[in-house]
């Protein structure tokens, strides 16, 4: 789910111009789960205005130790599309992240992880 409430197929469909940077997301791992960040549900929303791009994203916990290696792999991958010039990342902690942010592919990936979801 986005912050939005959508899912992320939801979110494409309703912003099909920014289509290509939630795919160019689904590039960039969680460190500590085989998924993207999109899969995580870490990822709340995008906006672009120009070369600037917006993402509001959060984290599974306030003390992740991941938090700023995410970012920069983000921030990394959004710049390699075109016409992206400048990458904002706003962390949003409310509502805090929930196993139902995860997207249906990532619930499969944690119950093949031994993960209970």
């Not at 960039?28 to 993207?36: C, G, L, N, Q, T």
């Amino acid at each position: 789910m986005t912050g939005l409430g959508l899912t992320i197929e939801q979110a494409i469909a309703h912003t099909p111009g920014l289509a290509h940077l939630w795919q160019a997301l689904h590039d960039v791992e969680d460190p500590e789960f085989p998924m993207s960040i999109v899969d995580m549900g870490l990822v709340l929303d995008l906006a672009q205005s120009g070369g600037r791009v917006t993402v509001s994203m959060t984290f599974t916990a306030m003390g992740c130790p991941c938090i700023d290696m995410i970012m920069e792999d983000t921030r990394a991958r959004l710049l390699e599309e075109a016409g992206v010039e400048q990458v904002e990342i706003n962390v949003v902690w409310s509502p805090p992240w929930t196993k139902q942010r995860l997207t249906e592919r990532g619930r499969e990936i944690m119950l093949l992880s031994g993960v209970t979801v």
